[in-house]
């Protein structure tokens, strides 16, 4: 497995263009005695590998997502986040889990979930959530590069942000510069409302990250554009200020449109919002790590951090991601590709798939400790609704003004 995490490590494809990864990825779960179905949720690159125990499936569902998208850059796509191991890891676990409950004849089942895009919107897993296809499954658990050994506090929080991913679509009237007056310049709104973001910046909580680009601008010098779009990442570390945020922004963009004589659209195509973090499930990761040895341990908990991106699905379901120190250079970044080559990366690919195969163990075959995981997990998505009621009463009044007019 770690030959193929290399394999695919010097051999990477953007999200949506995964083919050949996943070509690869179903033959050697096929080869390992797994049902694989692909085009999960209409998504021609997204998967899941089943396999039911002989004894029965009245136990429990193990979950194991894996990833496998490269990030884009402008010198070409590379895994600068260990998304090469990630589906090789997570085969790993679930071989060996399969193996443990064929010998001794233990009911239940293992779901592999091949999710791609994770660089790229819309996030597959909402996809994938809404169309149901993680229903059943008692827990998930996945894993991820990381420049520490750590695990997070319980409560409430996603990996990245809380992100609206947001396209703002000019729509002007074409015309020739000899007869400029005549069109309605569709990039003019856009610059004049990319601007317009700049300038509310010092208006916005100092923890609010909004990323942009203008990847349509026009056809030609000589001709006034009737087409731009302006693409915005949107994030902050919680939804309800976010949407104060996005409802600002969505305010900017329409008075540029108003000043230049064009239209806007506004399309959200991606969300990524809080999810559950179990501190059941955080703490045993971490005392594995200890147990093994693992490299730059750091005792203290970090942030809630949920176990996947996108948040909705940890809501639902519980899991946990295990990441295990593979290299110190810094997330996303070429110096972080070429680690999950070298020793350094190995060593985490190892304790990854060992830390994973022992969590889906416990779960499987600890009763108590499933009850437990199982109740955190009900007394925190009830106390959801509460803790944004709480954040929606901190802000009220900052937010208000914009409302109120």
Not at 50 to 70: F, M, Q
């Amino acid at each position: 497995m770690r030959a193929l995490s290399d394999h695919i490590g010097r051999n990477p494809e953007v999200g949506w263009q995964e083919f050949r990864t996943v070509d690869t990825l179903v033959r050697v779960l096929r080869a390992h005695g797994f049902r694989v179905e692909t085009g999960q949720a209409g998504l021609a690159t997204a998967f899941v590998g089943s396999w039911d125990s002989p004894a029965g499936v009245d136990g429990p569902t193990l979950g194991v997502i894996v990833e496998y998208d490269a990030l884009r850059s402008t010198t070409g796509p590379f895994h600068g986040c260990q998304h090469n191991a990630q589906g090789p890891v997570g085969f790993a676990a679930a071989i060996a889990l399969r193996e443990y409950m064929r010998d001794r004849r233990l009911p239940g089942r293992i779901r592999v979930y091949g999710t791609p895009a994770e660089e790229v919107g819309p996030p597959a897993k909402e996809i994938l959530w809404k169309a149901g296809v993680f229903r059943g499954a008692d827990v998930l658990v996945r894993s991820h590069g990381s420049a520490e050994t750590a695990r997070s506090r319980a409560g409430f929080g996603v990996c990245c942000l809380n992100i609206n991913q947001v396209r703002y679509i000019f729509k002007g009237r074409s015309a020739h510069q000899r007869q400029a007056w005549a069109g309605r310049n569709a990039l003019t709104a856009a610059v004049l409302f990319y601007t317009a973001v700049d300038a509310l910046r010092p208006s916005l909580r100092p923890e609010a990250s909004i990323q942009g680009v203008i990847p349509e601008g026009g056809a030609a010098p000589n001709v006034v554009p009737d087409r731009a779009v302006v693409d915005y990442y949107i994030r902050y570390p919680d939804e309800v200020y976010l949407a104060h945020i996005d409802s600002m922004m969505a305010n900017a963009a329409r008075g540029a449109a108003l000043a230049t004589g064009t239209e806007v659209e506004i399309e959200t195509y991606g969300r990524y919002r809080d999810g559950i973090t179990l501190g059941t499930l955080e703490e045993l990761v971490f005392a594995y790590a200890e147990a093994l040895g693992a490299p730059e341990l750091n005792p203290e908990p970090q942030r809630p951090s949920g176990y996947e991106e996108t948040g909705f699905v940890t809501r639902e379901i519980p899991g946990v991601g295990v990441s295990v120190f593979s290299s110190p250079a810094p997330g996303h970044s070429l110096e972080r590709a070429a680690d999950a080559l070298r020793p350094v990366g190995h060593r985490g690919f190892l304790l990854d798939a060992q830390i994973m195969a022992a969590i889906l163990y416990h779960v499987l075959t600890d009763a108590d400790f499933r009850e437990k995981m199982k109740k955190e997990h009900r007394v925190l998505a009830g106390l959801f609704d509460e803790y944004l009621a709480s954040l929606r009463r901190a802000y009220a009044q900052e937010m208000g003004a914009v409302s109120a007019r």
